[in-house]
């Protein structure tokens, strides 16, 4: 139990163009979804949080312009990425929390992007 | 100074020994603590957590909370080729809307 899913696992675009990433928990309902960024051999950087139905939280630094997050549904919260530059390129996973106590987070296993 | 420290490794041990991963941090807010293991462009998995102090033990892995000392452990007992991957400790305060702050992560390396 406890899935979550992330499509695509990789893009790669061009410089200027926007990309969406899904992430869907599959067997549970996640009130709350989380969307990190991690460089190469560096830990995982919280970007923000977010609740169905609601705006998600952005950390300091974050731009929320370029980094659109959606939680539309109980299972499905989107990430995309506007105007892309390529320092932008990175990982990118997302994470979900079911209903109840928050404190466990189950992962998705990541989505590679390259911006060129 | 930050929140949560870990050592990067890497770390490279022969199969069969047993591997000591470590963290400390600063907030004794801290309540929860967790383990995830990474692999290689790979989502983190969640492999334990305990809250306050204490031990816990699942399989081959234990995991230890020293509050007093603001230090956790993680230790693999019987390390295999398969428990390569990258170890990341993690925390969080008691309030459901606190964030989870993540270690930089251990890489680890089991020689068969």
């Known amino acids: 139990g406890a899935v979550v899913s992330q499509h695509p696992s990789w893009v790669i675009c061009k410089s200027g163009t926007s990309v969406k990433i899904e992430c869907r928990s599959l067997d549970f309902q996640a009130t709350t979804m989380f969307w990190y960024r991690q460089f190469p051999k560096q830990s995982l950087m919280l970007m923000a949080t977010?609740?169905?139905?609601?705006?998600?939280?952005?950390e300091q630094g974050v731009e929320k312009d370029k980094f659109l997050i959606n939680h539309a549904s109980l299972t499905l919260s989107t990430l995309t990425v506007t105007s892309a530059h390529p320092e932008d390129s990175s990982f990118y996973i997302c994470?979900?929390?079911?209903?109840?106590?928050?404190?466990?987070?189950?992962f998705g296993p990541g989505t590679r992007l390259t911006v060129t | 100074q930050k929140e949560v420290e870990q050592d990067p490794g890497p770390l490279s041990v022969p199969e069969g020994a047993i591997v000591s991963l470590n963290c400390t941090y600063s907030n004794s807010a801290f309540q929860y603590f967790m383990w995830y293991r990474q692999y290689s462009r790979k989502g983190p998995e969640l492999l334990m957590y305990?809250?306050?102090?204490g031990n816990k033990e699942d399989g081959r892995f234990t995991a230890q909370v020293d509050k007093s000392s603001k230090y956790i452990s993680l230790f693999i007992r019987d390390s295999q080729p398969s428990d390569s991957a990258t170890y990341l400790c993690a925390m969080r305060e008691y309030s459901s809307a606190s964030k989870i702050i993540f270690g930089s992560g251990t890489r680890l390396s089991i020689r068969p």
């Open positions: 994470s979900a929390s079911p209903l109840g106590p928050a404190y466990e987070q189950y």
């Open positions: 305990t809250y306050s102090s």
């Open positions: 977010s609740n169905e139905g609601s705006k998600a939280t952005y």
